[in-house]
């Protein structure tokens, strides 16, 4: 059920061309935010009476805590040009159509019908969508000031469907950190629209050219505490595409220092349940370093479990190192309500697997193949990059 509402805009807190954050009157009196996608019904001013769909707030969900309009009272929607054909949010009143990368005339079309690989590249894949800032900006520290990356970000429909709702990615685009945005399946407002993962994981290698890929849902996450009951399955499959694709999958492991729920405190079930039960194919598994006693033996009971046999890669990071690493970065990074300083394990994590994807990258540009690349950092670490291509593989694909 949606709990509808109506209310009156006080003003336009915040805008760009394909959001606005909005000051609303409820009926009643209380001033709340509202989020309007200005494509849906044309943009909106002071004075418009707007229904609202308040069932979050409600609710009283995190991420998803405000209001939405869903609709004018007053006056009819602008309608904005069709862009393309293909329809998403499909059969809902929402549904609205949009040119994708690989439909017919899109400038990509011809691109995808060649090329059907990754190449090797590595795919960094997270989980919870406060990630995506950790990552980009330990990517940028460790490229010391040289040319940067291009760094694509693929978002999936887990979370939040429009792009524009994340002030993450408006504020990691506006600083000019990353290139570009993929948005899959239902979710939309990327730079470019992908069908699925796997066509959008094209897209962000060969059509926007990306070094470094970063997937992951939109803000928000959907669990229920049950093993699968959650939307974060998704980080498995993705290992499963990526593999299927010739990439390299690397995840992010969900480990956390505090939560009210046992069940993320440490190593988290998501993580148990997309590496052990999910994932049919090989990923790199990185691993902040040091760990509590506590978590290496979740982690070595975890390591029984699975079905293929991951690489598991060690990586000292401090988080000192991760503050560092976030300095420049232009807004605030909270993920389930704590900072760095609240949940250090959390961020190390993250930081540790955007390291290792980042020395895995610089590998394979040397010449290296990702089977001897894996295995080298394996071997001797995340500090140490050859410029020099290595001796004949040693360890196969699937291994």
């Not at 915040?14 to 200005?38: D, F, I, M, S, T």
């Not at 470094?212 to 998704?234: A, D, W, Y």
């Not at 020395?359 to 020099?388: C, E, F, N, Y």
């Amino acid at each position: 059920m949606i709990i509808w509402r109506q209310g009156t805009v006080l003003r336009v807190v915040e805008e760009e061309k394909e959001v606005q954050w909005l000051e609303v009157r409820e009926e009643g009196g209380k001033e709340e935010q509202a989020v309007h996608y200005p494509f849906l019904f044309g943009r909106c001013e002071p004075g418009d009476r707007v229904w609202l769909n308040t069932t979050a707030v409600r609710l009283g969900l995190g991420t998803g805590g405000v209001h939405f309009v869903g609709g004018l009272v007053d006056r009819p929607p602008r309608p904005e040009p069709v862009q393309g054909h293909m329809m998403k949010l499909r059969y809902t009143p929402w549904q609205v159509a949009l040119a994708t990368g690989e439909e017919p005339g899109s400038r990509y079309s011809g691109l995808l019908k060649e090329r059907h690989s990754l190449d090797g590249a590595p795919v960094l894949i997270g989980e919870l969508h406060s990630m995506l800032p950790v990552a980009v900006a330990t990517w940028r520290d460790l490229s010391g000031g040289d040319t940067y990356p291009r760094i694509v970000y693929v978002m999936t429909d887990g979370g939040a469907l429009p792009a524009p709702f994340s002030r993450h990615i408006r504020m990691l685009k506006g600083a000019g950190w990353l290139t570009g945005t993929v948005t899959c399946g239902h979710a939309f407002g990327g730079d470019l629209e992908a069908v699925n993962l796997y066509s959008g994981l094209l897209l962000a290698r060969h059509a926007l050219k990306a070094d470094l890929i970063f997937v992951s849902m939109g803000p928000g996450i959907v669990g229920t505490g049950t093993p699968f009951g959650f939307s974060g399955v998704e980080q498995g499959q993705a290992i499963n595409g990526v593999y299927s694709l010739q990439g390299l999958p690397v995840v992010i492991p969900r480990i956390q220092s505090v939560d009210p729920r046992r069940r993320h405190r440490g190593l988290s079930h998501h993580t148990v349940t997309n590496l052990a039960s999910v994932a049919l194919a090989p990923a790199v598994v990185p691993l902040p370093q040091p760990l509590p006693a506590e978590i290496l033996g979740e982690i070595g009971t975890l390591q029984e479990r699975c079905r293929v046999r991951h690489h598991w890669l060690d990586v000292p990071v401090t988080v000192g190192e991760v503050e560092n690493r976030l300095l420049d970065y232009p807004g605030k990074v909270r993920s389930m309500g704590r900072g760095v300083r609240e949940d250090p394990l959390f961020y190390r994590t993250v930081s540790a697997a955007a390291a290792a994807a980042f020395q895995l990258w610089k590998l394979i540009g040397a010449g290296w193949t990702a089977a001897d690349a894996t295995a080298h950092l394996m071997s001797t670490g995340v500090r140490t990059i050859p410029a020099t291509k290595p001796a004949p593989a040693t360890l196969s694909r699937r291994s």
